[in-house]
């Protein structure tokens, strides 16, 4: 070969590899090109469905693409789970969840079909839900200690309802605490248990603000407390479980964030997680998830994997405390 030749060859392979690294570098940028999923392990009216649509509608403005949320109930959110744990990592499915799916399942389920860390890329918190304790509105309690009185000259008769198992640990641990013997009713998500309690086939249940709010609001349900160690900013005017009926350091929230799957490329990661920043720091956005009932939380990718682990270990704990087995 000579050396003319050999010119020309080596220019057509720089300018190979050259196209090559642009293609992959306007490929990334182009990221989101196409409609982006949202599934979330919940029914619609849910804390986190409430939330999802909020954040799929700022997303659309900030990336220029459709976000579009996909409801997938049932099982604790593991089905919705699984469904993102085996999707392709490309961005296009993501995971909106909480408590329940991440820090709760792995210690109520003997048998687990997804691994809550290797399984999934953490992208960004999002926020955080206070829980209420409430009852039908026509029982005749107004605070939580008259509820009590209230269950317990009803021992063994009454009901509550819960719809993630993140609410059915603060809702057993009042029930093994204060000795109620309340049978407990699961349903698919918050709003076929809220429905039931206001329609008398359970007595109460614990269930996220945002939730309840528009049941509190017509008058259907009735807030006796927050099951958090501090009172909420959302509903100050409510006790907390300690002030109102003694039990030390009972602190029960639900924290939530959206996921990929494992192995999601950091570029994408970076970018979905700026954009939630950008987007819950807007004071429109977080005028409008206080008012559904939560704080919005935003931040890092980093800082958000820091919290599913410290929280995974926070919930083994608690639901040992509460007495709750593996089934």
């Not at 976000?67 to 997938?72: A, L, P, S, T, Y």
């Not at 013997?181 to 007595?203: H, N, R, W």
Request: charged share 20%; net charge positive; hydrophobic share 45%.
């Amino acid at each position: 070969m000579d050396r003319r030749s050999l010119l020309t060859r080596l220019a057509a392979v720089t300018m190979t590899a050259g196209a090559a690294v642009t293609h992959r570098v306007l490929a990334q940028d182009a990221y989101p090109s196409r409609a982006v999923r949202i599934v979330i392990g919940f029914g619609p009216g849910s804390g986190t469905d409430i939330l999802a649509r909020l954040l799929a509608e700022e997303l659309r403005l900030a990336l220029g693409q459709s976000f579009v949320v996909e409801n997938r109930p049932g099982a604790a959110a593991q089905i919705a789970a699984m469904l993102v744990a085996k999707a392709a990592p490309d961005g296009y499915t993501l995971f909106l969840t909480s408590n329940s799916s991440h820090s709760v399942n792995p210690h109520l389920m003997k048998s687990l079909p997804y691994d809550p860390i290797a399984d999934f890329t953490p992208i960004a918190g999002t926020a955080y839900f206070p829980f209420v304790l409430a009852v039908n509105a026509s029982l005749p309690v107004r605070t939580a200690a008259e509820f009590v009185e209230y269950a317990r000259a009803q021992r063994g008769r009454i009901n509550y309802a819960y719809g993630t198992p993140t609410v059915q640990i603060p809702a057993e641990a009042l029930n093994r605490l204060l000795k109620l013997e309340a049978t407990g009713v699961s349903y698919k998500s918050s709003p076929g248990a809220l429905t039931d309690v206001i329609g008398g086939q359970a007595q109460f249940l614990v269930v996220d603000l945002a939730s309840a709010r528009p049941h509190l609001q017509s008058g259907k349900l009735r807030a006796l407390a927050v099951t958090t160690s501090r009172r909420s900013s959302l509903a100050p005017e409510l006790p907390t479980i300690e002030e109102s009926l003694g039990l030390k350091d009972f602190d029960l929230a639900a924290w939530t964030g959206v996921f990929g799957p494992a192995g999601l490329a950091g570029e994408i990661v970076q970018k979905l997680a700026s954009a939630l920043q950008q987007v819950l720091a807007k004071p429109e956005v977080r005028e409008r998830i206080i008012t559904a009932g939560a704080e919005p939380t935003p931040s890092d990718a980093a800082t958000f994997r820091q919290l599913v682990s410290r929280q995974l270990e926070v919930w083994g704990r608690k639901i040992a405390d509460a007495g709750i087995e593996k089934q």
